[in-house]
Nanobody, 127 residues
Framework: VQLVESGGGLVQAGGSLRLSCSAS????????IGWFRQAPGKEREGLSC????????YYADSVKARFTISSDNAKNTVYLQMNNLKPEDTAVYYC?????????????????????WGQGTQVTVSS
């Protein structure tokens, strides 16, 4: 399984970026794909998740008004559209994949619930 994030960069406050998470080596419909971020000295924070097996989307309250997750199953790619970016959004952004065939309940924003991770993409928002 391989996850590859792209789309990060430097943007001014108020700007937008669209991140991509391209997945290979897995059956896309059997996985939940989550977006997380980690700023220096902070824990990895769950932002949003799309559970392809249940066709369900989750958002953290802190970003749901500004970020939108979407999934292109034909391309095995999940996107995170980020609008009205703020300096505090500066972080490395990661996508993770969780095999939902395990069954049971899980909390989508917990990093330990995910089986695979990408290498991350840096997002820097200048003031």
């Amino acid at each position: 399984v391989q996850l590859v994030e792209s789309g990060g960069g430097l943007v001014q406050a108020g700007g937008s970026l669209r991140l991509s998470c391209s997945a290979s080596g897995l059956t896309f419909d059997d996985y939940a794909i989550g977006w997380f971020r980690q700023a220096p000295g902070k824990e990895r924070e769950g932002l949003s998740c799309v559970d392809n097996s249940e066709d369900t989307i989750y958002y953290a309250d802190s970003v749901k008004a500004r970020f939108t997750i979407s999934s292109d199953n034909a391309k095995n790619t999940v996107y995170l559209q980020m609008n009205n970016l703020k300096p505090e959004d500066t972080a490395v952004y990661y996508c993770g994949a969780r095999n939902t065939n395990y069954g049971g309940t899980y909390y989508w924003a917990t990093p330990d619930e995910y089986d695979f991770w990408g290498q991350g993409t840096q997002v820097t928002v200048s003031s």
